[in-house]
């Protein structure tokens, strides 16, 4: 597997992990998943397969610092998308319970991205579903 791809797998795991938080992954969160692998690596062919990589890295970790640490020294573009993405997932069942965003603060932490800019990102978020 490429940098890219562990990369990519490791993301994705963690975007399946906020989509499972609230132990209803369902394919609307999927679809989410799915669109931000597409916006992150042009190889549309791969998606599900990096999908199915990712779901199994997710299934087999019993910790965030795996996901994390393949972002947290990578750039703030993409630590921007990352969180926006997580966001989506979240939101996308509209609620939010205390697990979900106690995961968005620790996942922030670990990978150095300002809380500011984290809440600005879910409000922007909730002012498009309204």
């Not at 966001?87 to 069942?93: G, M, N, R, V």
């Not at 991205?113 to 978020?125: A, M, N, V, Y």
Request: aromatic share 6%; glycine share 2%; with cysteine.
């Amino acid at each position: 597997m490429t940098e890219i791809n562990k990369k990519i797998v490791g993301i994705t795991a963690l975007l399946v992990h906020a989509a499972k938080l609230d132990e209803n992954y369902t394919d609307s969160e999927k679809k989410l998943i799915k669109n931000f692998i597409k916006s992150f690596e042009n190889n549309v062919t791969q998606n599900d397969e990096i999908l199915a990589q990712a779901e199994k890295l997710e299934s087999d970790s019993n910790q965030l610092l795996s996901f994390t640490n393949i972002i947290k020294n990578d750039t703030e573009e993409v630590k921007f998308k990352v969180i926006e993405n997580l966001w989506k997932i979240i939101i996308s069942d509209k609620k939010i319970d205390q697990y979900e965003s106690n995961l968005m603060r620790r996942v922030c932490g670990l990978i150095y991205f300002p809380d500011k800019i984290s809440g600005e990102i879910k409000l922007r978020i909730l002012e498009k579903l309204k």
